[in-house]
């Protein structure tokens, strides 16, 4: 089975803070994404990889910004953390197939 | 821009009774993807849609998609509990690029 895992379940921080969410993916797939999950708007993409060291920006990238130093791992990081962007943030990766797969999601508060 | 509508929004039904969950997109694509959300959980994927007609089903669950009317339905058939459950579609934003655009979703509730 396909595994991606986020580092943690749960986060609240303080307006201002870096913040590192992490992500890590076990089936050696070429493509990971960062989403996030806001009621009432579904998913938007944020920002995405297609290979090591490299990223594009999605739909809303303002405000963050990636790392993919290796294949399985896909940080997302707001440099500077606001109220507006507490939310639920959801990494994928994929492979040449169609099909993504998903983490179990990260809740952050930004207090 | 590609827009992705679900409708409804808010679905509550009875055991047992049939719906339709509706997904229109805005721009051409002719890949779809349905997913599904438990509370608290992450999206599991239910099915890919890969051309204009495809039909697929798992289940009590089955999944259409008309490319030309830009249109994919999500039926259920005799509805039970464990059916409830948040629905998203999703579409290509570039085809075969996966930089999926999302659905609203429908969150479902199904009473006994």
């Known amino acids: 089975d396909v595994k991606v895992t986020q580092s943690s379940r749960y986060l609240v921080k303080r307006t201002g803070e870096k913040v590192f969410l992490e992500c890590v993916q076990d089936m050696d797939h070429e493509n990971m994404f960062w989403y996030r999950q806001d009621p009432g708007l579904g998913l938007r993409l944020i920002y995405f990889s297609y290979d090591v060291k490299m990223k594009e920006k999605g739909d809303i990238p303002e405000g963050y910004s990636v790392s993919r130093e290796k294949k399985e791992r896909f940080s997302l990081i707001l440099e500077s953390a606001s109220t507006n962007q507490t939310s639920m943030y959801l990494c994928?990766?994929?492979?040449?197939?169609?099909?993504?797969?998903f983490g179990q999601g990260t809740r952050l508060t930004v207090v | 821009e590609l827009k992705v509508e679900q409708n409804p929004l808010f679905l509550s039904m009875q055991e047992g009774k049939n719906y339709t969950i509706y997904c229109n997109y805005s721009t051409t694509s002719d890949r779809l993807y349905w997913y599904r959300q438990d509370p608290g959980k992450s999206l599991e994927s239910l099915f890919v849609l890969l051309s204009n007609g495809a039909v697929k089903q798992e289940g009590r669950l089955m999944a259409s998609l008309d490319t030309k009317a830009r249109l994919s339905t999500l039926h259920i058939t005799a509805a039970v509990h464990d059916l409830s459950a948040t629905y998203f579609c999703?579409?290509?934003?570039?085809?075969?690029?996966?930089?999926?655009?999302f659905g609203q979703g429908t969150r479902l509730t199904i009473n006994p």
């Open positions: 999703a579409v290509d934003k570039i085809q075969g690029a996966q930089k999926l655009v």
């Open positions: 994928a990766s994929s492979n040449r197939g169609p099909e993504a797969f």
